[in-house]
Each structure stands twice: as C-alpha cells, then as structure tokens.
C-alpha cells in the first residue's frame, strides 16, 4: 500500500522561508515513469497545484510562486521536499504532496489528476 507521509509545516513570519517534506513507502517509485507534487488547498478554495518534478526530469512551478518555490527529489531517501522562501500571507494554506506514475507535462498541473496523497501540512505565514 502506497503511503506518502509529510512533515514540517508550521508557523512563519512574512518573508520567511520553510522546507516541507515526503516520505514514500509501500510501492515501486519510479524515477523515469513517477511525477512528483506539491498542491496547496487554502481555506473556501480549491486545491491547487504548486510544483511538480516531472518523470525524474524537469521541474515545474505555478506562476504565482515563480521562483520562490524548489521542489527536490532525493532517490536513496526516497523523498521529495519543497523548500519555500519569501512567503506571504497569500501561502497560508495546507499544503499536500501527490505522485502519480501515468501524468505527462499537459496534466501534471491539474492536482485532481495525482493518485497519491500525503496527509496534508498547515503552513501559516503570520504578517
């Protein structure tokens, strides 16, 4: 059985930066056929996709996080984190990580497409 448990989250301040992380188990990851995310869900709001790292190759960031955002794979650990800096109060929200072995680049950016999901991380940035 697939599990994806996270960890950190938290409490920052405006302007501050925070590392979220993944930790996969129960199935076969590969790194040439797995796409790797994170997905935000702020209260009254949809889940929304962040970032993904796509087969083992590219990453890729949602427009309003540009930059601010690194998503990073670590295969002998089997984890994939999300460093994130600059933030707002815009980025308060609960943030999961998701896998997925059949996306491609037109669909990797739709969160409702991932099959697998962690348990879900509040991140709240104080003003």
């Known amino acids: 059985q697939v599990k994806l448990v996270q960890s950190g989250g938290g409490l920052v301040q405006a302007g501050g930066s925070l590392t979220l992380y993944c930790a996969a188990s129960g199935g076969t990851f590969s790194r040439h056929t797995t796409t790797w995310a994170w997905c935000r869900e702020a209260p009254g709001k949809e889940r929304e996709f962040v970032a993904a790292?796509?087969?083992?190759?590219?990453?890729y960031n949602a427009n309003f996080v540009k930059g601010r955002v690194t998503i990073a794979r670590d295969n002998a650990k089997n984890t994939v984190s999300l460093h994130m800096n600059g933030l707002t109060s815009e980025d308060t929200a609960v943030y999961y990580c998701?896998?997925?072995?059949?996306?491609?680049?037109?669909?990797?950016?739709?969160?409702?497409?991932?099959?697998?999901w962690g348990q879900g991380t509040q991140v709240t940035v104080s003003s």
């Open positions: 998701a896998a997925d072995q059949s996306l491609i680049l037109s669909s990797m950016r739709t969160a409702r497409n991932y099959d697998y």
């Open positions: 790292l796509l087969r083992g190759s590219n990453s």
